[in-house]
């Protein structure tokens, strides 16, 4: 079975632009959560999405969003761009009946210029 | 609000060696607890997971780990490191409620393994 899937797998903006980020979760997994882990640090919570609800969004700021679609998959929004929002995104899939084991993709590796 | 705090920034061991990884959390409740570990470059597997009852918990690839109410810990251990096992390790608390999952990691260990 395939893992989670993830794209672009590397991508450089520039500030003030705009990005869009994509995962596939592991099928059968209707749960998506996204996390940004920085270079140096443990990875942080930015959202989670549970049948194309949101469940869950850490403090970021409202230049990032996300959806889910009907078939699970989900994509990361970031606006605005900033040198600081340079880093790895992590998409996770998982079923709700087993909490925390989350099976993450290998990530989506941000660099803003 | 939860919090995990792995205080080794960077752990050196020769191969063979034994291994012990500390982690301390901060949560009201019953904690969910996990270990995972990132090579470079990759995205996160996780090891092992505490949920509750026997407090010590067999992982993938012969990890274990120990749950210590009383002292907030949950400490990773390996009787015998291999090289491959060079990588990052975070420790992580989960919280649930309803159908919200979310995990706060600690910032992580990077082990170096010497021949």
């Known amino acids: 079975d395939a893992g989670v899937t993830q794209s672009p797998t590397h991508l450089i903006k520039t500030r003030g632009q705009h990005v869009t980020l994509r995962c596939s979760p592991i099928s059968g997994h209707k749960s998506v959560s996204w996390y940004q882990q920085v270079l140096g640090q443990g990875p942080q919570f930015i959202f989670q999405?549970?049948?194309?609800?949101?469940?869950g969004r850490g403090n970021f700021p409202d230049r990032f969003s996300a959806r889910q679609f009907p078939n699970y998959s989900s994509e990361l929004n970031v606006n605005a761009l900033l040198l600081g929002d340079s880093a790895l995104y992590l998409c996770a899939s998982s079923l709700i009946r087993v909490p925390g084991e989350l099976f993450f993709g290998e990530g989506s590796r941000l660099t803003v210029l | 609000a939860q919090s995990v705090t792995q205080p080794d920034i960077h752990i050196t061991v020769s191969e063979g060696a034994s291994l012990e990884l500390r982690c301390n959390y901060s949560y009201g409740a019953t904690p969910y607890l996990f270990w995972y570990v990132q090579s470079p470059g990759q995205g996160l597997q996780l090891l092992l997971k505490?949920?509750?009852?026997?407090?010590l918990v067999q992982g993938i690839k012969g990890f274990e780990a120990e749950f210590k109410r009383s002292q907030s810990s949950f400490n990773l251990r390996k009787p015998s490191v291999h090289w491959s096992d060079a990588a990052e390790y975070f420790c992580?608390?989960?919280?649930?409620?309803?159908?919200?999952?979310?995990?706060?990691f600690g910032s992580g260990t990077q082990l170096t393994v010497l021949p």
């Open positions: 992580a608390v989960g919280v649930s409620s309803g159908s919200a999952r979310q995990l706060t």
């Open positions: 505490y949920f509750s009852g026997d407090t």
């Open positions: 999405y549970y049948e194309k609800e949101e469940r």
